[in-house]
């Protein structure tokens, strides 16, 4: 009987045991870096250098083209660097295309003075437009506007809704480029690159008005 139950114990362990694959190791690749540039030519044929790095230009970097608000902190015309990759991508749509042209219009929210509120607002639009003529966006395809406090995104007066009124509205006119054009800044005019500041982006705007505006 002894010998019996051994045996039965021997059976029920090989019966309950079970293969497994055998683990197969797989090496993970790094996430791809952007490819550090001073200019076009350190790009491939269908990249443009923005902001010291290399960007792709495609049918989503055309779309990148479509209205967008900037915002701002209260009191500040400094451009917050969660807003560069936003700008990188338009600035590389209105350079992929040079017969689009943006109005950058300047927002702020409603409290404080009127006047210094619309500087405040321009203040803001001109360093949106600062940063995409540092990109090597030319200045004849931008317009500045300031609202003030006049065009008011939320209309209640809370923290929320001031936040989403201090911004500037980028709205794109004329046509844009299709993806699989050629890159049309690789050779430009002279006309194209009087006054232009190429690729040394730092994303700082100014603020030197008075600690009043919002």
Request: proline share 4%; charged share 25%.
């Amino acid at each position: 009987m002894t010998r019996l139950t051994a045996l039965l114990g021997l059976l029920s362990v090989a019966g309950c045991a079970r293969s497994f694959p055998a683990t197969e190791m797989v090496a993970v690749q790094p996430a791809a870096q952007p490819v550090a540039c001073a200019a076009d030519a350190d790009c491939g044929t269908q990249q443009l250098c923005v902001d010291r790095a290399c960007h792709d230009v495609t049918a989503a970097t055309v779309a990148a083209c479509t209205e967008r608000p900037i915002h701002f902190v209260t009191n500040s015309a400094a451009i917050d660097g969660r807003n560069r990759s936003e700008l990188n991508e338009t600035a590389t749509c209105l350079r992929s295309d040079r017969s689009v042209h943006v109005t950058i219009a300047g927002n702020a929210d409603e409290r404080g003075d009127s006047a210094y509120n619309r500087d405040l607002a321009q203040r803001r639009a001109d360093a949106v437009a600062g940063y995409l003529e540092a990109a090597g966006v030319s200045p004849s395809q931008l317009t500045t506007a300031t609202y003030g406090a006049d065009n008011p995104m939320c209309t209640a007066h809370d923290s929320d809704c001031w936040k989403q009124n201090r911004r500037v509205e980028i709205a794109p006119r004329g046509l844009r480029a299709k993806a699989n054009e050629p890159v049309k800044n690789k050779v430009t005019s002279d006309d194209d690159t009087k006054g232009i500041q190429r690729i040394d982006s730092t994303g700082n705007g100014t603020d030197n008005g008075s600690p009043l505006g919002k």
